[in-house]
């Protein structure tokens, strides 16, 4: 799972958030949080923890494969 990077900016521009601050709320890693904002994947599991944090829903923040 992979986290859309502009999406996730967004989200934490809105509430006005450190990456420090984000993963901290997320109980997780800065490095861990790092690497999904910047292309890695990550578990479904972070991506909710992320998404908590940001108090969006985790759709709002994943990038969404096409179906092809």
Partial sequence: MKLNKNAYSIA?????????EVAEAAKIRLVTLSRAIN???????????IARALGVDVLDIIEQEEHQ
Avoid: M, V, W
């Fill in 12 to 20: 934490r521009a809105r509430i006005c958030l450190t990456n420090s």
């Fill in 39 to 49: 292309g890695g994947n990550c578990y479904p599991e972070t991506a909710g923890k």
